[in-house]
């Protein structure tokens, strides 16, 4: 087992790694030419820029029983399917009891950006926020670990 992240846009590179430490887990890093990563003993991939490089690179080298670490739904599906056990960067899991409406909210808003019509963004990230998703990878390990 090891704790794969996607790392374009993630907010909890470090906060994964140093849990992935803290149990003995290797982590990888995967993200596009556009990030560096340069982190003792933590491989990183870059892959070329381009619509779900790192992402379809994520999906080609999960194992069953991997945890990764993305805010991306498509990803997050993908990963599923491959067995893997998901988190998203504020601690929710991603499970294939809640994906297909979370994919299905992400179809309704791209139809709305595409219609010309707004969606307010993100708050800024909080310290609650990145303490919420240390417990949860924290209990993910442990229920995942021999």
């Known amino acids: 087992m090891r704790i794969i992240i996607d790392a ?3 907010p909890v590179v470090h906060q994964s790694i140093a849990c992935a430490k803290q ?11 556009s990030h560096h990563f340069d982190i003792d003993g933590v ?13 379809f690179r994520i999906v080609n080298m999960i194992a069953p029983g991997d945890i990764v670490v993305t805010q991306d739904y498509g ?31 992400r179809h309704n808003a791209k139809k709305i ?23 949860s990878l924290e209990a993910l390990l442990e229920k995942c670990l021999p």
């Open 43 to 55: 491989q990183t991939i870059t892959v070329t820029k381009g619509a779900d490089s790192a992402d």
């Open 113 to 135: 950006l595409s219609s010309g019509g707004r969606l307010k963004g993100p708050s800024r990230r909080t310290r609650e926020e990145d303490a919420s998703f240390v417990k």
């Open 75 to 105: 990803l997050a599906a993908m990963a599923l399917a491959r067995k893997a056990n998901v988190i998203h960067q504020n601690g929710g899991l991603y499970t294939e009891e809640n994906i297909d409406s979370m994919l299905f909210a």
């Open 23 to 33: 149990h003995g887990v290797s982590a990888v890093i995967v993200c596009d030419s």
């Open 8 to 10: 374009d846009g993630c």
